[in-house]
């Protein structure tokens, strides 16, 4: 039997303390909790509390001055913080499980991969939501060549509706110079994530976002973001945190079908011959001779499956493969591609190619993080 994968979590936030919390009540297998890096008193007295009798770290220094008790690290700070702690964690030969995204900017989470790469060890990061059984299903679909060649696709999200309380709830939140970009940088990884997992990166992206739109910040907290690929796939993917009413809408329209995911039910059309070829030879004006057929799949509730992703890290780790990651910390750059580009393009007013260059966007984003400054926001 392989032995345990010890792991030392830095941050201690929401989330911090759930997968503590997870990993200490035995549910996440072949996990164990060694170390714990708290700052604050009440945070120390909580960590001493664990189950197993975590070590209890004052500071990342105190930490990383003892490697001998941990394997791995997870890194569940603010953004902007991921990219030295990961480095440090690395250099010294821990692997690590990053908590999104995998920093505030594409030099960062390039960076992070360089340095995995250099020291030869696993680098997982938390994208929980590609093990959704809906999610899966629409990549099957998709792979699968049921939809055929894909012309459009179009997301829109208002599923986290955020208050001026919530925005305030961290001096680092909703901010260019602490939290690195607003909905986007934050709620945005998530879904931006599954959107590159299901269909990849696109050529060129221009984004329209009117920073600021529902609170006073300079960041965004709406974003219409419109992607051109390749054979003249077009794309519109919406995110905002304003609005008031639940909605998670996803169509992708192909040649041979088209799929709707309203929240968690999936409906799926095939048509009964390739769209395109009945354009181009059908003997009518419309779709008179074009049958469909409709499948309608509810998905259920359930728990998220941070154990489930917790533990593929761990036999990441026991195995030394990590081709089977369910979410390899390379694949973090592309998220925050999308993210720096749809700023970039915001800023400047123009659509972008991709790959942005990262020495570009960190010039214009240590411009808005001056701006704010001056600002006083």
């Known amino acids: 039997m392989a032995e345990k994968v010890r792991v030392a979590l830095i941050g201690v936030g929401v989330m911090g303390k ?11 297998q072949d996990m164990q909790l060694t170390a714990v890096v708290c700052r604050r008193p009440e945070m120390q007295e909580w960590a001493e509390s664990l189950a197993g009798s975590p070590a209890v770290y004052k500071s990342t220094d105190e930490l990383f001055g003892n490697p001998q008790e941990y394997d791995a690290v997870l890194i569940v700070t603010p953004h902007k913080t991921h990219e030295q702690l ?18 505030a900017a594409i030099s960062q989470a390039q960076a992070m991969s360089a340095a995995a790469r250099e020291a030869d060890k696993i680098y997982g990061m938390i994208f929980h939501q590609r093990l959704y059984p809906k999610y899966q299903k629409i ?27 919530y925005h305030a709830s961290g001096s680092w939140r909703s ?65 905002t945190t304003g609005e008031a009413i639940w909605q998670e809408r996803l169509e992708v329209t192909g ?8 929240d968690d039910t999936l409906h799926v059309w095939h048509y009964s011959q390739d769209s395109t070829d009945y354009i181009r030879t059908e003997q009518v004006t419309s779709r008179d001779n074009l049958e469909t057929e409709e499948t309608v799949m509810m998905f259920g509730k359930a728990e998220e499956p941070y154990p489930q992703m917790l533990h593929n890290f761990v036999q990441a780790v026991q195995s030394g493969n990590r081709k089977i990651l369910i979410a390899d910390g390379e694949d973090a750059v592309n998220p925050l591609m999308l993210t720096n580009a749809a700023y970039y393009s915001a800023w400047k007013g123009e659509a972008v190619k991709l790959p942005l260059s990262a020495e570009a966007y960190d010039a214009a984003y240590q411009e808005k993080c001056a701006e704010e400054s001056r600002n006083g926001k």
């Open 18 to 28: 759930k997968y503590a919390e997870m990993i200490c009540a035995g549910k996440v």
């Open 86 to 103: 990961a480095v440090q964690a690395f250099k010294l030969g821990k692997h690590v499980l990053c908590d999104k995204p995998a920093g």
């Open 139 to 165: 990549k099957e679909i998709i792979r699968n060549g049921e939809l055929g060649d894909l012309s459009r696709i179009m997301l829109v999200n208002t599923r986290y509706f955020r208050t001026a309380y």
């Open 175 to 239: 901010s260019w110079n602490g939290e690195g970009g607003g909905a986007l940088i934050n709620q945005g990884q998530h879904i931006l994530d599954i959107w590159q997992w299901l269909f990849g990166m696109p050529e060129k992206i221009y984004a329209d976002i009117p920073f600021g739109k529902y609170n006073d910040f300079m960041v965004d907290d709406e974003a219409t973001i419109h992607m051109q690929y390749a054979n003249n796939l077009t794309a519109v993917f919406m995110l």
């Open 255 to 262: 040649t041979k079908g088209k799929l709707l995911l309203d």
